[in-house]
């Protein structure tokens, strides 16, 4: 096993674990009951992870799917929804804060000059910890709640180009998948961020359990990496039935527009709707979210319109004229092929009336 993919995987693993753990301790430190630390236990699930893809695939990833991202879900949404449900009731004011962070400074202070004249070093380095968790606990709930979400989304993308990559899947196509979920993680926290914030959203219970649902469910496009890998087209898929050649030619741009009607776009755009066309709630960023929407899935239609046609067209030009290739290559390799053919044909009837032209006078 190589050095630099073992580092990869472990390191890469940690970050994950200690995120994870970040999330716990603000659950336990808003509900105020010690029995929420037994969240930490899903980490288990993590570390059994770690151990199987050392050994079975000496630490590199598998094929469409990464379990490392999964279970790292696993291990850190439940935190985030305990803290959306519960949204503290601090107040994130100015002033407040500059009380705080102040009084943390001076404790600081403090603790440091007591600790000059001690013994030893340890007792100074324990104290400066104490003082430094005491000044992060005093922190807005909901800016370490927001911090959550957006570090969160920061490690599935940087995690997922640490973890190293198995054979099935080129750095070209890693490096696409980070600009696409790139995108996709601002399009996710912007849903999360703009549409819990808003104070009657905030009275309805069943309000946030929807939109954290969607917004769960929008999640589980990362673990998965067919946005960029195409299954591949075999001579005897030719054989197959209809769907299957489609499938077989455009399964990555299938699988972007499926992503994007019922996993991202399409479910935003309906949480959307459903707050300005029911519960009455308008604002300029929601309004503008919501076009965004719109367009996207509109764009998306007509791209899964545009592949149905040149798949058709494809499938015409097919059944024709008998071209030796598959109907999943793409329409223009199948018209190219067709017009070699017909230049060859030219130019062999030109040749035969060439030798014909040519047989007379030589008899003369």
């Not at 990869?8 to 716990?24: C, D, Q």
């Not at 799917?65 to 959306?84: D, G, H, N, Q």
């Not at 000059?113 to 992060?136: C, R, Y």
Request: aromatic fraction near 10%.
């Amino acid at each position: 096993m190589e050095l630099l993919v073992l580092c990869n995987a472990l390191i890469t693993r940690l970050l994950f674990v200690l995120h994870s753990l970040i999330g716990v301790w603000r659950v336990t430190e808003v509900k105020k009951e010690p029995k929420y630390w037994l969240l930490a236990l899903l980490n288990l699930l993590l570390c059994l992870e770690t151990g199987l893809t050392l050994k079975f695939k000496q630490g590199r990833g598998y094929k469409w799917f990464s379990p490392a991202i999964f279970l790292y879900l696993i291990c850190t949404v439940p935190s985030l929804w305990l803290l959306e449900i519960h949204h503290g009731t601090q107040y994130c004011g100015n002033d407040p804060g500059a009380v705080q962070v102040n009084v943390s400074n001076q404790d600081f202070n403090q603790s440091r000059d007591s600790s000059h004249g001690s013994e030893g070093t340890d007792h100074h380095i324990i104290q400066t910890a104490k003082v430094f968790v005491n000044q992060l606990s005093t922190i807005c709930e909901t800016v370490w709640t927001l911090a959550l979400h957006q570090t969160f989304l920061l490690l599935l993308v940087i995690g997922r180009w640490l973890l190293p990559i198995g054979v099935e899947i080129t750095r070209d196509q890693l490096s696409q998948l980070l600009l696409m979920f790139v995108g996709t993680a601002a399009d996710i926290l912007e849903f999360a961020s703009e549409t819990l914030d808003i104070e009657d959203v905030r009275k309805n219970y069943a309000l946030i359990n929807a939109i954290l649902a969607v917004w769960t469910w929008s999640m589980l496009q990362f673990p998965l990496d067919l946005a960029v890998q195409h299954i591949g087209c075999k001579p005897a898929t030719t054989t197959r039935r209809i769907p299957s050649l489609l499938l077989c030619r455009y399964s990555a741009e299938l699988w972007n527009i499926g992503v994007s009607l019922f996993i991202q776009d399409g479910p935003f755009f309906i949480v959307r709707s459903i707050l300005m066309g029911h519960f009455r709630i308008f604002n300029q960023m929601l309004v503008f979210f919501t076009a965004k929407n719109i367009l996207v899935v509109t764009l998306q239609l007509y791209r899964l319109a545009v592949i149905t046609l040149d798949f058709r067209a494809t499938l015409l030009q097919k059944s024709r004229k008998e071209v030796n290739c598959c109907p999943c290559e793409p329409y223009e390799a199948c018209t190219h092929a067709t017009a070699s053919q017909d230049t060859e044909m030219k130019k062999c009837v030109a040749f035969s009336a060439k030798e014909e032209s040519e047989a007379p006078s030589e008899d003369q």
